[in-house]
């Protein structure tokens, strides 16, 4: 090994080194993410994702036979059978009669009740309860136990979240917001970045420092002004901002300062002899920028349409200001938060639904991603 790789070595050891730790940083999560959308609700709430392969002490409550059942043996009235809804994989570790002593008696001991009974609740979950008196009623009773129960996975929160009230038309709802908001700013930012790049204009130094200063413009400070402004030309117009013209224009707008100075960037490291020739054949502007920027731009362009889609896509707060929230109008992000309700509620079928809303960017991405990294580096490094 020579002088230059000893010293190299070291370096390219740590690069290494983080470059692992950040991919573990952002697995982790999405791994625990993905394990927890397949786990049983019940499990999900007791124990974390890296649990979801050992047993867990759960909570839970089941119901004796109804009393029809029951048979008279030396004048007492005996109740056996095993809990309803009982798992056979599971173990009874303690159980109780009632609510405010669930876990009062040991599996396999006697726990005496009102008027004289017992009950008995085996670790296999099987029962026994013994009475002088008959059993009445329509139901059978509750039982209260802690179970040490194996590891379920279900499909149940995904069947949730796929077959709610209303999933479909917000699935077309935000691909109806997202593909228009997509392909529009997209279109505008080439023709600006190309008129940057290589056509003579008054004051073009301070119309790519306004685009770079746009950038750090926080978009909850531009919400507001921007819908009134939507209301008030609306006004003349009759047409109401909280549509899809509305927010299509909002995340065009949005979008827009990102795109030029991506593809501003990257159109303007483009061959100048290229072009030069193209102006020799006799081409104009316009078919210099369709049959050569275009094509050769097409990195470029992929790079900025994943960034832009998978924003939209994801984007709640656009959606409730411009579009509103509807029952036709709600987009799937919010309509997976409906889903939780005003508290918080069926917390659970959130890592399904994290699932549910990231299939299609995901396809997008996958479809695009070659065209990633060459993009970026070329738009926005000279």
């Given at each position: 090994?020579?002088?230059?790789?000893?010293?190299r070595?070291?370096?390219?050891?740590?690069?290494?080194?983080?470059?692992?730790?950040?991919?573990?940083?952002?697995?982790?999560?999405?791994?625990g993410?993905?394990?927890?959308?397949?786990?049983?609700?019940?499990?999900?709430?007791?124990?974390?994702?890296?649990?979801?392969l050992?047993?867990?002490?759960?909570?839970?409550?089941g119901?004796?036979d109804?009393?029809?059942?029951?048979?008279?043996?030396?004048?007492?009235?005996?109740?056996?059978?095993?809990i309803?809804?009982?798992?056979?994989?599971?173990?009874?570790?303690?159980?109780?009669?009632?609510?405010?002593?669930?876990?009062?008696?040991?599996?396999?001991?006697?726990?005496?009740?009102?008027?004289g009974?017992?009950?008995?609740?085996?670790?296999?979950?099987?029962?026994?309860m013994?009475?002088?008196?008959?059993?009445?009623?329509?139901?059978?009773?509750?039982i209260?136990y802690?179970?040490l129960?194996s590891?379920?996975?279900?499909?149940?929160?995904?069947d949730?979240?796929?077959?709610s009230e209303?999933?479909?038309?917000?699935?077309?709802?935000?691909?109806?917001?997202?593909?228009?908001a997509?392909?529009?700013?997209?279109?505008?930012?080439?023709?600006?970045?190309?008129?940057?790049?290589?056509?003579?204009?008054?004051?073009?130094?301070?119309?790519?420092?306004?685009?770079?200063?746009?950038?750090?413009?926080?978009l909850q400070?531009?919400?507001?002004?921007?819908?009134?402004?939507?209301?008030?030309i609306?006004?003349?117009?009759?047409?109401?901002?909280?549509?899809?013209?509305?927010?299509w224009?909002?995340?065009?707008?949005?979008?827009?300062?990102?795109?030029?100075?991506?593809?501003?960037?990257?159109?303007?490291?483009?061959?100048?002899?290229?072009?030069?020739?193209?102006?020799?054949?006799?081409?104009?502007?316009f078919?210099?920028?369709?049959?050569?920027?275009?094509?050769?731009?097409?990195?470029a362009?992929?790079?900025f349409?994943?960034?832009?889609?998978?924003?939209?896509?994801?984007?709640?707060?656009?959606?409730?200001?411009?579009?509103?929230?509807?029952?036709?109008?709600?987009?799937?992000?919010?309509r997976?938060?409906?889903?939780?309700?005003?508290?918080?509620?069926?917390?659970?079928?959130?890592?399904?639904?994290?699932?549910?809303?990231?299939?299609?960017?995901?396809?997008?991405?996958?479809t695009l991603q070659?065209?990633?990294v060459?993009?970026?580096?070329?738009?926005?490094?000279?």
């Amino acid at each position: 090994m020579s002088l230059k790789q000893m010293r190299r070595s070291p370096l390219m050891l740590v690069v290494h080194l983080s470059v692992l730790f950040l991919v573990l940083l952002w697995t982790f999560p999405t791994a625990g993410l993905l394990i927890s959308s397949f786990r049983d609700k019940d499990q999900l709430a007791v124990s974390g994702w890296w649990e979801a392969l050992s047993s867990s002490e759960q909570n839970l409550i089941g119901r004796t036979d109804a009393p029809d059942q029951q048979v008279l043996v030396d004048g007492q009235y005996i109740l056996a059978g095993e809990i309803e809804d009982f798992n056979p994989k599971d173990e009874i570790l303690r159980f109780g009669w009632t609510s405010q002593e669930p876990e009062a008696y040991l599996a396999g001991s006697i726990a005496k009740m009102r008027n004289g009974s017992t009950l008995t609740v085996a670790g296999d979950g099987h029962y026994s309860m013994v009475s002088p008196m008959p059993f009445t009623g329509s139901r059978g009773n509750r039982i209260f136990y802690t179970a040490l129960a194996s590891p379920k996975f279900t499909l149940d929160n995904y069947d949730e979240v796929l077959h709610s009230e209303g999933i479909g038309q917000s699935f077309i709802n935000s691909l109806t917001v997202t593909i228009p908001a997509t392909i529009i700013p997209i279109l505008i930012a080439a023709f600006a970045a190309y008129a940057l790049s290589w056509m003579r204009l008054p004051g073009r130094g301070i119309l790519i420092a306004l685009v770079v200063g746009l950038l750090v413009v926080p978009l909850q400070m531009s919400l507001i002004p921007l819908l009134q402004l939507y209301n008030t030309i609306g006004g003349y117009f009759g047409v109401s901002a909280k549509s899809y013209l509305g927010i299509w224009l909002a995340h065009t707008g949005f979008g827009l300062p990102l795109a030029i100075y991506l593809l501003r960037n990257y159109i303007s490291g483009l061959p100048k002899e290229i072009i030069e020739s193209a102006r020799v054949d006799g081409a104009n502007d316009f078919d210099i920028f369709v049959k050569i920027i275009l094509p050769l731009s097409f990195p470029a362009l992929a790079s900025f349409a994943i960034f832009q889609f998978l924003w939209v896509w994801n984007d709640l707060l656009v959606a409730t200001v411009f579009l509103g929230n509807g029952e036709h109008e709600l987009v799937l992000t919010g309509r997976l938060r409906e889903l939780l309700g005003s508290r918080g509620g069926n917390w659970e079928i959130l890592t399904a639904s994290a699932f549910v809303s990231i299939a299609v960017p995901l396809t997008v991405f996958f479809t695009l991603q070659r065209y990633l990294v060459r993009g970026l580096l070329t738009g926005s490094v000279k």
